[in-house]
């Protein structure tokens, strides 16, 4: 696996400007989950017609967009958790060692 490296030319990587970009990556992944939910809306009397299916992709974007702003269900979090932790590797903190999933021989010192 090859290292991700900070983007050259002092690009903002603010807590806040990444909690940012956090968030619009949630955005994007609800809105890609939610596509599918709104394409199968049932057609009816009522339905738009064609005209509706063209709009429909921006109201599922902003939908997504709104519902990140206020919370999501919890990927800018993750997502935001991983950049700092990213960011800080990238400052010069040791990277972070998973813990062990074998557990050692009975008798023997941890």
Do not use: C, D
Not at 25 to 44: I, T
Not at 73 to 94: D, K, T
Request: glycine share 12%; hydrophobic share 40%; net charge positive.
């Amino acid at each position: 696996m090859t290292a991700i490296t900070p983007p050259a030319g002092g690009a903002n990587t603010s807590p806040a400007a990444l909690r940012r970009v956090a968030q619009r990556f949630e955005a994007q992944a609800l809105g890609a989950l939610l596509q599918p939910v709104f394409g199968e809306a049932p057609k009816g009397f009522l339905s738009g017609g064609s005209a509706e299916a063209q709009w429909r992709p921006m109201l599922v974007e902003q939908y997504a967009k709104s519902w990140s702003q206020r919370g999501g269900v919890g990927i800018a979090n993750a997502v935001h958790a991983e950049m700092l932790r990213m960011q800080g590797r990238s400052a010069g903190e040791p990277p972070l060692t998973p813990p062990s999933t074998n557990p050692a021989p009975e008798g023997t010192a941890p």
